[in-house]
């Protein structure tokens, strides 16, 4: 059942070193104040897994907490490469990082198994192309009706979900709108999860209820109270995509000296994701 | 001659645009490809549905996302479902005319690279990975592909195939199995490509205005193949020109709202 706490206490008691955790939204509310929360926690050797691993595994990536990514797809969309990722692919710095690659069907139908206790996904896809080679965890397997031969690829289990929301009501129900991504998924496919909202209400104020996306407290963890938390991601109905953070990302991850000072000065040497925030509106603050 | 009031990018997007029809059920990349299917709708392609992987079905935005799933494509969707939904039922399940995609590299059977130039686990350059092209390119009734032509791009051999094309030509994809007829145009800033019927390999079948024959085979990685009857796109109309550029204003507008870093 879940419990409202502060994300500090939710990320302290649920992500421990060594964990796989997948901390999805697509696009659209990504946690990015649990992100920042890991790494002032200093977790490390964690396995990232995440459709697009976007600013929010480029930070933790960069800041040396993943041993290993699981993803579909690694860019800064509409800007260019993740340069942390790729420093980490290319030339092991700060680590190296372990790669598990599907292509983005594949995790959502990995995340769908996971979430449906089944040990694996099927679904058609790769033929003809390269990727199951360099990946274990996608095999095929022959349909017993029809003879065809479909794409077999193993479920995604995390040890932890972490997804952000509009809304949780005081027992700890979640609801989210909007581009939803593999959030329910993600969260029904883990030992443990954590959602972060914009607010907790009295009321989820669901009108007519049936057929909202709500997350029962009972399959989740924690539930801590971050308004703002999925920036520079946004929040429907709260506030929009900030494009202009993810294209300035660009020259701030570009250069390892640049990306480490802004990862000391906004997130390690602030308390919380109010103070994250509170550091951007600084006028000095490390920028492109 | 004077030159020409318009770009080599412009005439690809709007040549492009073109080659979508009206009441298409386009399953859309970011960038390239999405800028040429908003330019279609707001243009010749009124009722074509654009499908983004983010789960938004019927998007009409008024500037272009800069990601997939910005708000903007919500906000104007006809629905929004989740990615496995959109991947499962709508993507598999055939209901998808023609997905349109961008590629770092192609080769002469149009098969696309996204993932890695160099060995797989050093590679020199780490491109982003598949995302959904994979399946889009196998299961999309059919397969636009867009991208600037140059060396780099369009090369011999690929160190990787992300997404699959016509693989080594004929009738591969049968054999493969794919569902969709694949890649049936490749547009670029020089012209257009299309499948050899029989081979499947990429014949130039079309220069846009002012482009030689040779210019487009010193951009080609392999030895170009070049129809007989090479056609010539007709110059961006000034009404083309107009919406397409208004699109970039108003997307350039909405891409540098918000707090700066």
Known sequence: MAKIMPLADAV?????????????GFTHLIPHAAGHEIIRQRRTDLTLIRMTPDLIYDQLIGAGAAKKLVFSWGGNPGVGSLHRFRDAVEKGWPRPLELEERAHADMANSYAAGASGLPFAVLRAYAGTDIPARNPNIRSVVCPFTGETLAASRALRPDVAVIHAQKADRKGNVLLWGILGVQKEAVLAAKRAIVTVEEVVDDLGVDPAHNAVILPAWVIGAVACVPRGATPSYAHGYYARDNAFYKAWDAIARDRETFAAWVRRHILDTADFDGFLASLREPAHVAA | MSPPDYTTDEMMTVEAARQLGDGDVCFVGIGLPSAAANLARLTHAPEIVLIYESGTIGAEPDALPLSIGDGELADTALTVISVP????????GGRVDIGFLGAAQIDRFANINTTVVGDYARPTVRLPGAGGAPEIAAQAGEVFIILRQNPKAFVETLDFITSVGHLDGGDARARLGLPGRGPTKVITDLGVLTPDP????????????????????????????????????????????????????????????????
């Open chain 2, 85 to 92: 939904e959109i991947f499962r039922y709508w993507l598999q």
């Open chain 1, 12 to 24: 302290a008691a649920f992500v421990q070193d060594g964990d796989s955790i997948a901390m999805e």
């Open chain 2, 198 to 261: 029989k081979t499947r390999e990429l014949t130039l079948t079309q220069l846009h205005p002012g482009v030689t024959v040779e210019q487009a085979r010193a951009q080609t990685g392999w030895p170009l193949k070049v129809a007989p009857n090479l056609a010539t796109t007709p110059a961006p109309t000034a009404a083309e020109l107009e919406k397409l550029r208004a699109l970039h204003r108003r997307t350039k507008l909405a891409h540098a709202r918000g707090a700066a870093a």
